[in-house]
């Protein structure tokens, strides 16, 4: 016998960086371009998977995912992403992620809330 995955959502008052174990859905704003195309959506989500320091961003609506980001405490129980500044972030806690993050010539943005 193989082994079975069982994901669960945590409550929408759990903060991912109280967990080594986290699963949530964030509504809102959603955006993604990539090569002049925009994808753009207002209600949008996102799935937030954490394991261990590692988050995973699963968008809707056809965006592309985000994957092994890792956080730092920036002092207001809100998390920003290792390596990110005023101009690409993640940030994130219990109720809000807010998203504006560039790599490899794709931004994605996010303004969502659970």
């Known amino acids: ?4 995955v069982v994901f669960t959502s945590c409550s929408d008052d759990d903060d991912p960086a109280d967990n ?25 989500s996102v799935t937030v998977a954490k394991v261990g320091n590692k988050y995973n961003f ?3 609506d056809g965006i592309e995912n985000i994957t ?20 690409s972030y993640i940030r994130i806690n219990a109720s809000t ?3 504006l993050y560039i790599k490899d010539g794709k931004t994605w943005t996010a303004n969502c809330t659970r």
């Not at 092994?68 to 101009?87: A, L, Q, S, V």
């Open 68 to 87: 092994g980001i890792e956080f730092k405490e920036d002092g207001d129980n809100m998390y920003i992403n290792i390596g990110g500044d005023e101009t």
């Open 20 to 44: 080594d174990l986290f699963v949530g859905t964030y509504n809102g704003s959603v955006s993604f371009l990539k090569d002049g195309e925009t994808i753009s959506v207002d209600d949008g």
């Open 58 to 60: 699963a968008f809707s």
């Open 97 to 99: 992620l807010k998203m």
């Open 1 to 4: 016998m193989l082994s079975i």
